[in-house]
């Protein structure tokens, strides 16, 4: 059994930063994608960034340059660190982990950014 445990997000105010975290623990195989996604309220859940056990990155092209996703391996968790923040930002952060053919979910933090 994985589980996902996301902590970081809270209030801030638009040009702020945050920073998210995510642990995974169970049967985690070295080799994985971990990654963020992304739901504002009435709109579909969205790709974030992605980030594969080996290093390789993959950002949606409203966050590049300004937030950058990095992985501890030997602790099996990732993080988000968000800058320049900007309302349209405001969801629910939500980790994810792929082991293929499985996918997992964390419950999701939310991140609101105030104008």
């Known amino acids: 059994q994985v589980q996902l445990v996301e902590s970081g997000g809270g209030l801030v105010q638009a040009g702020g930063s945050l920073r998210l975290s995510c642990a995974a623990s169970?049967?985690?195989?070295?080799?994985?994608?971990m990654g963020w996604y992304r739901q504002a309220p009435g709109k579909q859940r969205e790709l974030v960034a992605t980030?594969?056990?080996?290093?390789?990155?993959n950002y949606a092209n409203s966050v590049k340059g300004r937030f950058t996703i990095s992985r501890d391996n030997a602790k099996n968790t990732v993080y988000l660190q968000m800058i320049s923040l900007q309302p349209e930002d405001t969801a629910v952060y939500y980790c994810?982990?792929?082991?293929?053919?499985?996918?997992?979910w964390g419950q999701g933090t939310q991140v609101t950014v105030s104008s």
């Open positions: 169970g049967s985690i195989f070295r080799i994985n994608v």
């Open positions: 994810n982990l792929r082991i293929t053919p499985n996918t997992y």
């Open positions: 980030i594969t056990s080996g290093g390789s990155t």
